[in-house]
């Protein structure tokens, strides 16, 4: 897939020759060495973490960095018509301003595509091409040599936007495989990169709950897994260098740079220190040990990019390996324990492994002297208590001593589970995310992921429950679902029958909603969550797991007669069937039903779906002009979604569209307006969904609006299945004039609905024939913007060393910028010596903003460029040859 921005051509280039002249800019540094990675997906997703990374480095002056996978080309404007790599580069400018105020200076964008908002990580990894984007994140984390990386949540959580969950993966197997030099072997051998093994991984916020106010990171933070461990840096402390604020004031300042996300009308921070919280970050994994005592602002960092408060050098390893990570009470398993010197010796070592009370640990841990850049291991035999509570997670902890007094502890998680394991089917996602945590050593993290199945209300579905032995013999059993109230199955247990050891296998279940009076989605109780109880016997006991059902909406859809006039009005008979009630809430605040709710109704022909939809609102968000018809989530909009099978995995393979009520273009009576967003087709609606036709009423005085839409089934992504179609209509409500919306409510709701096609309600359309054509491949957009063409990423690249986007980096001598003069009050001649052929852009520069800009074909040799710079005073250059990249500075001469 290429990416690239269009950069006009203004130059004129002359051919010399190679000559023996100096260079006079300097070669690229040695890359700059930091203390803290953040790994995220998108400018803006570090905003979260810039109060504590303001701290560190003012307070400890440790440097951070910022990798950014994309430049969220593909994000809303709030104060623009540009979008795409356009939007990119503003977004790049924002996020580096925003950092700045915390003491970032290093920002690595990896040029890939923000596609648009989906909650997949596969459909996210196969855009990005996960191993080219994880061999640039090794790059960076080889050439900056960071202590500590923090990324984000890389679960498949409820509305997680698929972007995080990669980046983090990324971030995870970074951290996993820097330190491995046959993993991108050719950076070790042939690029000059050295191995590197950060000493902690976290990841921002976690899963629980905490206090505000001074005293946070002393309380603590009450994890909704008691083995997670979350440390907190309270944002409440200020800072000389910006005027005696608070870090949560500079943070939310910085977070104001965000204008394009509809950022800068957020409210300040909370003056009131009582309110301000801790920053949360939730250790996935640690090499570097903790002293003993570790405490504050600065436990994150203990050990790892700071001294240990025990004792120990930064630098020191303390890392446990256990054989497995599912243990069985009774049952011994082997850990090791590896300890690491830095630069100084560890003399007289021993490590001692503690378990939970009434498991058995046989093993020594004396080392005796670890020579400085040694390493040994100690090995230790751990066994379960007997009695260990089964589907409980436990922490192992290591204690490092030393002949001087020096300490410290690195720990980690197992979880017991029973001789034979029964667990519900995971949705696709869960199941490839357990896959990949497993591949790459970190099983821990499935703790984040609550399964759950979907029914639809009133009918039935098919729930796997499957089954794993890991005990030593052949087991059989049976396993029962223990349903709530409202639900049945075909049988009360199924039997399994001679599991070898390590063996998986299932049974399946009927599973019917009884009651189709109970309410759906997240209107039920527990956020639309119905608990399932599993019971899975064996010969060594009976083992249970929690899951949980969630309903959705059902919707019989009556075929029309007459085809519905599509006019804004619903005339009475013209739809017939059951009324959607799209007022249950899944994002926001509404005041009551005259805030924001809403009605539907739905019929179809032989060859379209018909939608009627009626708003009630009471105040009118930003009318857009007609050629801003995109991005329908920044201001009053309804959102109509089709799964055509009922069975898509991500929005690519699923139709949506977004519909604005009115548009600013008095000339043709203020129509309304649609496009596709973030589906198998995203762009405008007259290109995508040919056949569309939509009409609206608005009311005066304003109290909402009614919709029509006519979508005809041969837009659709895929035949539809009568029996099931996925289906959702939803509102987007703003009561502000700065292009954001404030409040979401619809048919089926839970949070993150738009992104999750087995969320959205089910439609029966009895009598329409099934389709027959094939499903579409997804048209996904295929531009970004590389920092090739920022000047931004030029200027670091030439300052820090890392290259471009974190891919292969050119040799310094693979072209010299010889000299640049002044011709003329416009232009300068940059004379340039290039060993290689190449592209070059170059970038009059006046330490603000582009004057002037070019590009031009270099063959290996002498060339004059003649570019157009205005006032600059300096002319940046990146040039690119054979897939690698190089970026340089010079000064205007004259």
């Known amino acids: 897939m290429r990416k690239s921005t269009a950069i006009a051509a203004a130059v ?60 969220g080309e593909g994000g809303g404007n709030a104060v623009g018509l540009e979008e795409g790599p ?10 580096r301003r925003a950092v700045g105020k915390a003491g970032v200076e290093h920002v690595y964008n990896l040029d890939k595509l923000d596609f648009f908002y989906t909650v997949s990580a596969p459909l996210t990894a196969q855009v990005w091409d996960r191993e080219e984007t994880l061999s640039r994140v090794v790059r960076i984390v080889r050439a900056t040599k960071p202590k500590v990386i923090v990324t984000m949540n890389p679960s498949p959580t409820p509305g997680n936007h698929g972007n995080h ?11 996993l495989k820097a330190g491995d030099p046959s993993v991108f072997p050719e950076q070790v051998s042939q690029e000059g990169l050295e191995p590197w093994n950060p000493g902690r991984l976290f990841r921002s916020g976690g899963q629980g709950a905490a206090d505000t106010g001074p005293d946070c990171e002393a309380a603590g933070y009450r994890p909704a897994e008691p083995t997670d461990r979350v440390l907190g840096v309270w944002a409440g402390r200020t800072s000389p260098a910006n005027d005696g604020k608070t870090w949560a004031t500079v943070e939310r300042e910085a977070e104001w740079e965000y204008r394009t996300q509809g950022w800068a009308s957020n409210p ?150 029973p001789e034979v394991r029964g667990t519900i089917e995971p949705l696709p996602q869960v199941g490839q995310f357990r896959d990949w945590a497993a591949e790459v050593g970190a099983p821990q993290l499935d703790s984040l992921i609550k399964p759950v199945l979907t029914v639809g209300s009133g009918r039935t579905r098919p729930v796997r429950v499957d089954l794993v032995n890991r005990g030593t013999a052949p087991e059989s059993g049976v396993v029962r679902l223990n349903l709530p109230a409202g639900f049945s199955a075909d049988a009360p247990e199924k039997p399994y029958a ?85 007022s249950s809430l899944w994002e926001g605040e509404p005041t009551g039903r005259d805030d924001i709710s809403g009605t539907a109704k739905v019929n179809f022909t032989d060859d379209a779906l018909h939608v009627v939809v009626h708003v009630t609102d009471d105040v009118l968000g930003t009318v857009l002009a007609p050629e801003d018809c995109k991005r329908h989530r920044r201001t009053d909009s309804v959102e109509i979604t089709i799964d055509p099978k009922g069975t898509s995995e991500n929005t690519a393979t699923a139709f949506k569209t977004g519909i604005f009520p009115i548009t600013d273009d008095p000339a043709a009576g203020n129509p309304p307006c649609f496009e596709r967003d973030a589906d198998n087709h995203q762009g405008p609606g007259a290109e995508t969904a040919p056949g569309m036709e939509v009409a609206s009423k608005v009311s005066e005085p304003y109290r909402g609006y009614t919709l029509e839409a006519k979508i005809p089934f041969d837009v659709l992504p895929d035949a539809v299945d009568p ?50 054509t094939g499903p579409k491949e997804p048209v996904l957009p295929d531009l970004a913007a590389e ?39 416009e232009t300068a001649e940059v004379r340039l010596a290039a060993e290689v052929p190449g592209s070059v852009r170059l970038f009059g520069w006046d330490g603000e903003q582009v004057t002037g800009r070019g590009t031009s074909e270099l063959t290996a040799g002498e060339s004059v460029v003649r570019l157009p710079i205005g006032a600059a005073d300096r002319v940046l250059l990146s040039y690119e040859s054979g897939g690698a990249a190089l970026a340089r500075t010079a000064q205007v001469d004259g």
């Open 86 to 95: 356009p939007l990119g580069l503003i977004r790049e400018g924002e996020e």
């Open 723 to 772: 029996a099931r179609m996925g289906l959702n209509v939803l509102i987007y409500d703003s009561d502000t004039q700065d292009r954001t919306s404030q409040t979401r409510v619809g048919w089926s709701t839970w949070n993150g609905v738009r992104g999750d096609p087995y969320r959205w309600g089910l439609a029966e359309l009895p009598g329409l024939l099934p389709g027959t």
């Open 165 to 175: 969950q990669q980046a983090a993966r990324l971030a995870v197997e970074a951290y």
């Open 268 to 417: 300040p921070a909370p003056a009131d220190p009582a309110k301000i919280a801790c920053d949360w970050f939730t250790e996935i994994d640690s090499r570097a040990p903790y002293g003993p005592d570790a405490t504050g602002a600065t436990a994150p960092l203990d050990g790892a990019a700071l001294p240990g408060s025990g004792g120990l050098p930064v630098g020191t390893e303390l890392a446990i390996d256990t054989e497995r990570f599912d243990v069985v009470p009774g049952a011994g398993f082997e850990v090791s324990v590896q300890v690491g010197a830095a630069d100084r010796a560890l003399q007289q070592s021993k490590v001692q492994l503690t378990a939970p009370t009434g498991w058995q640990v046989a093993g020594s841990g004396d080392l005796g002297t670890v020579t400085p850049g040694g390493n040994k291991t100690a090995q230790f035999t751990v066994t379960p208590s007997a009695d260990a509570a089964p589907n409980t997670r436990f922490r192992l902890e290591a204690r490092l001593d030393t002949a001087d007094g020096a300490s410290g502890i690195s720990s980690r998680v197992v979880r017991v589970v």
């Open 787 to 825: 920092s090739v063409d920022s000047p931004l990423s030029i200027l670091q690249s030439s300052a820090d060393g890392v290259p471009l986007s974190g891919g292969r980096g050119l040799a310094a001598d693979a072209v010299q910028i010889r000299s640049v003069k002044r011709v003329d009050a």
């Open 498 to 582: 001679d599991l070898a050891p390590g063996a998986t296998g299932a049974v399946t279940f009927e599973v019917t909603n009884t009651d189709p009076t109970l309410p759906t989605s997240n209107r039920a109780p527990d956020d639309g969550d119905y608990p399932v109880g599993i019971e899975t016997t064996s010969s060594k006991g009976t083992g249970t797991e929690s899951a949980a059902l969630e309903l959705v909406p059902v919707a019989v859809v009556e075929k029309a007669q007459t085809a519905p006039v599509v006019d804004g009005v619903e005339e009475e008979g013209e739809y017939t069937g059951p009324e959607l009630d799209l």
């Open 12 to 71: 004129a280039t002359f051919s010399l020759g190679v000559g023996p002249v100096a260079a006079a800019a300097p070669p690229p540094p040695d890359p700059v060495g930091l203390d803290v990675l953040f790994i995220g997906a998108h400018p803006d997703d570090e905003a979260s973490t810039l109060s504590t990374l303001g701290q560190w480095s003012e307070q400890h002056h440790l440097k951070a960095g910022v990798i950014t996978t994309t430049r």
